[in-house]
C-alpha cells in the first residue's frame, strides 16, 4: 500500500521535476506513461541543445578568419560556406564538434537542423521545446525543408505539424516530400541538387577485422553500380565459387575499385607495418620493463628471426614498417625491412661481436630544419596512424606533420614535438584564434578550444598504466578453479 502510494505521489510530479520512480514498482501502464514523459524530456533537450548551438554560433563571428585571397583562406572548391551560418566563422562546428565530444560532420548536420527550426520552421521549433512533437520527427521536416525558402517551409509545415506526431517516421517523410513537389517542383530539383554536393564516401569500423564502405550516389547510379556487382557475382557462382552470394559480391566491389584494369589507374601499394612489443624480443628476464629501454642488436636479431619465420616480405611498390613498443604501446623505434636487416647484422659499433645492452635503434633524431626527415616521417605515421585532432578519423597518409609548439616560435623539429593532423585541423590550429595544443613525451596530446574545454587523445597503441584489469593471479582464483 506506501509503495503503490509513493509511485502515485511520484507520478504526480511535474515531468521536468522528477527522474522517475523505481522501474521495479511500476506496471505496465506506469512504463509506458514514464517512456512517454522520457520522449517529451528528450525533445525538450533537443530544443535546449539547438539553441545554445545557435548562441554559440552568434558568439563566434567571421571576423577573425582569414579573408578569401590570403594565406590560411580556405578553398571554396574545397569545402563551402553554409549559408544559414553567413557571418560564422568557419571554425564554429570544430568548436562545436569539440564542445559534444562528437566528430565535425555531427556538430555540422546539428548546427544546420537548429538554424532550420529557428529560421524555417518556428512552429515546429515551439512544439519541440513543449515536448509535443518528438526530436525525430522534428528532425524529419527539418530534413526535408532545409532547402526551401522559409515561406514554403512554412507552408508545409502549418499542413503536416498537426498530424505529425500520429505519423510514423517514413509516412511523415513522403507526406512532406509529396507535399513540397505540388507546392514547388523546382525546390525538389533544388533539394536534388545539393544532395549531390554534400556526396561523398566514408569507411567505418564494423568490428571483427571488417569495415564498411558506402557511398552517396545518385539513385539510378546505384542501381546500375550493384547490378553490375551483383551480375559478376552471380556469374562466378555459376562457375563453382562456393562462397555464400554476399561475399562474392564484397570481393568483387574490392577488386573492381582496387585494379582498376582499363582506367589507366595502377594498382593500390601497400604500407604495412609490423609492431612487436620490446619486452617479447628481450634477450633475459626484465627486458623491456623500463619506460624508454634501449632496443639492443639481440633484440633485433630476435625479431629478424621471426620476421623470417612468418615469411614477410615488403610488397610490391609498398613498404614494411616494424614498430617497437614497450609494454605500455609507446613506440621507441620504426624499421625497415633494410634497416633491420643491417643494424641486426651489424650490432653494436662499439662492442662489436658482443652481447651487449647498448642501443642500436630509437627515435629518429631532431633537425635543426623545418621540414622532418623521412625517418621522422616514418616515425609520426606509425605511432599517430590518423589526425590527432579528437574525434577526427582522417588518416595519416592524408595529414600534415605540424609542429605543436610552432617551428616559429622555438619549437623543435622533433618527434616529440610533431603529430598528424589533417589539413582541415592543421589550418585551424595555425589560423583560429584561441584553440590551445600541448603534447607529452608518449605522444598524448592535449586540445582546449576557445570555450575552455579540453580534450585528450593518445596513440592508438598507447595504453594507460592502471586502466586495465590487474594480472590474473592463480591463488585468487576462487572454487571450483
Known amino acids: 500500500m506506501v509503495e503503490s502510494l509513493l509511485v502515485d505521489w511520484v507520478y504526480r510530479l511535474p515531468d521536468e521535476d522528477v527522474a522517475g520512480p523505481p522501474v521495479e514498482l511500476l506496471d505496465a501502464g506506469q512504463v509506458a506513461s514514464e517512456l512517454a514523459?522520457?520522449?517529451?524530456?528528450?525533445?525538450?533537450?533537443?530544443?535546449?541543445?539547438?539553441?545554445?548551438i545557435l548562441r554559440l554560433a552568434e558568439l563566434r563571428p567571421d571576423v577573425d578568419d582569414p579573408p578569401p585571397g590570403t594565406p590560411g583562406a580556405r578553398?571554396?572548391?574545397?569545402?563551402?560556406?553554409?549559408?544559414?551560418?553567413?557571418?560564422?566563422?568557419?571554425?564554429?562546428?570544430?568548436e562545436l564538434a569539440h564542445a559534444i565530444n562528437l566528430g565535425r560532420g555531427t556538430a555540422v548536420f546539428r548546427a544546420r537542423r537548429a538554424c532550420t527550426?529557428?529560421?524555417?520552421?518556428?512552429?515546429?521549433?515551439?512544439a519541440l521545446r513543449r515536448g509535443e512533437l518528438d526530436d525525430r520527427r522534428a528532425g524529419v521536416l527539418a530534413d526535408v525543408l532545409q532547402h526551401t525558402t522559409a515561406g514554403l517551409a512554412t507552408e508545409?509545415?502549418?499542413?503536416?505539424?498537426?498530424?505529425?506526431?500520429?505519423?510514423?517516421?517514413?509516412?511523415l517523410r513522403r507526406r512532406a516530400l509529396a507535399l513540397l513537389a505540388a507546392l514547388d517542383g523546382a525546390a525538389m530539383e533544388e533539394r536534388q541538387e545539393e544532395a549531390r554536393k554534400a556526396a561523398d564516401v566514408r569507411v567505418a569500423d564494423a568490428g571483427d577485422g571488417m569495415a564498411t564502405l558506402t557511398g552517396d550516389l545518385p539513385a539510378d547510379d546505384a542501381a546500375a553500380c550493384f547490378a553490375v556487382i551483383d551480375s559478376l557475382a552471380r556469374m562466378a557462382k555459376a562457375d563453382g565459387d562456393e562462397r555464400p552470394i554476399g561475399a562474392i559480391r564484397a570481393a568483387i566491389h574490392s577488386m573492381l575499385i582496387l585494379r582498376p584494369a582499363d582506367s589507366g589507374c595502377g594498382g593500390v601499394h601497400v604500407h604495412l607495418a609490423v609492431t612487436t612489443t620490446l619486452d617479447g624480443l628481450a634477450n633475459g628476464e626484465g627486458?623491456?620493463?623500463?619506460?624508454?629501454?634501449?632496443?639492443?642488436?639481440?633484440?633485433?636479431?630476435?625479431?629478424?628471426a621471426r620476421v623470417g619465420a612468418l615469411g614477410l616480405s615488403t610488397p610490391d611498390g609498398g613498404t614494411l614498417t616494424f614498430a617497437v613498443t614497450d609494454e605500455d604501446g609507446r613506440l621507441?623505434?620504426?624499421?625497415?625491412?633494410?634497416?633491420l636487416a643491417r643494424l641486426a647484422e651489424q650490432g653494436c659499433r662499439r662492442h662489436p661481436g658482443a652481447e651487449c645492452g647498448c642501443p642500436v635503434a630509437g627515435m629518429p633524431p631532431a633537425t635543426g630544419s623545418y621540414r622532418p626527415t623521412d625517418r621522422?616521417?616514418?616515425?609520426?605515421?606509425?605511432?599517430?596512424?590518423?589526425?590527432?585532432?579528437?574525434?577526427?578519423?582522417?588518416?595519416?597518409?592524408?595529414?600534415?606533420?605540424?609542429?605543436?609548439?610552432?617551428?616559429?616560435?622555438?619549437g623543435r623539429t622533433t618527434c616529440t614535438n610533431l603529430c598528424c593532423l589533417c589539413r582541415s585541423h592543421h589550418r585551424l590550429k595555425t589560423f583560429a584564434?584561441?584553440?590551445?595544443?600541448?603534447?607529452?613525451?608518449d605522444g598524448t596530446l592535449h586540445v582546449t578550444s576557445p570555450s575552455g574545454v579540453t580534450r585528450t587523445t593518445r596513440p592508438p597503441g598507447l595504453r594507460l598504466r592502471g586502466a586495465g584489469p590487474p594480472p590474473f593471479a592463480p591463488a585468487d582464483d576462487p572454487p571450483p578453479f
Open 37 to 52: 514523459r522520457l520522449q517529451r524530456n528528450r525533445a525538450r533537450e533537443t530544443a535546449r541543445e539547438a539553441d545554445l
Open 75 to 94: 578553398s571554396r572548391t574545397w569545402r563551402t560556406t553554409d549559408p544559414e551560418f553567413a557571418g560564422v566563422s568557419e571554425f564554429f562546428p570544430d
Open 117 to 126: 527550426w529557428r529560421e524555417k520552421l518556428p512552429a515546429t521549433f515551439v
Open 156 to 171: 508545409v509545415e502549418t499542413a503536416l505539424l498537426p498530424e505529425a506526431p500520429d505519423l510514423s517516421l517514413a509516412a
Open 287 to 304: 627486458g623491456g620493463e623500463v619506460e624508454g629501454a634501449p632496443i639492443t642488436a639481440g633484440q633485433l636479431r630476435a625479431l629478424l
Open 332 to 339: 621507441l623505434a620504426t624499421l625497415s625491412a633494410g634497416e
Open 376 to 410: 621522422q616521417h616514418r616515425f609520426v605515421d606509425t605511432r599517430d596512424r590518423r589526425c590527432r585532432m579528437p574525434n577526427c578519423g582522417q588518416r595519416a597518409g592524408w595529414a600534415d606533420h605540424d609542429h605543436v609548439v610552432p617551428h616559429a616560435q622555438g
Open 433 to 441: 584564434g584561441g584553440w590551445g595544443f600541448r603534447m607529452d613525451p
